[in-house]
């Protein structure tokens, strides 16, 4: 599993800094720097705000974060698909605190 990449996907689609989340999200930057280069494990809990503050539920945040290995017994297609959509539906506007809904 691969959180940091994850949630610097999120960030970059948002456009926001490191600084930007790590503010929102209420961890130090150095903290989320260190997460996103896969340098530190985040806790859940910062996982949990860092999802809540970026728009994305954590399920999904998980999903992105997810190796091939852990998503095995899904189709290759399928899971690109998913793919897909979930990043198409960070780069759309939603407005400032807009979280995504299914």
Known sequence: MNMGNAIKICRV?????QEQLAKKADVSPSYLSLVENNKRDATLSSVKRISQRLGVPL???MFLAADS????????DLRDRMSTLVLKLLSEDRGPQSPLLF
Do not use: A
């Open 69 to 76: 290995t852990e998503l095995q017994g899904l189709p290759e």
């Open 13 to 17: 689609r948002k456009g926001w800094t």
């Open 59 to 61: 399920s999904l945040l």
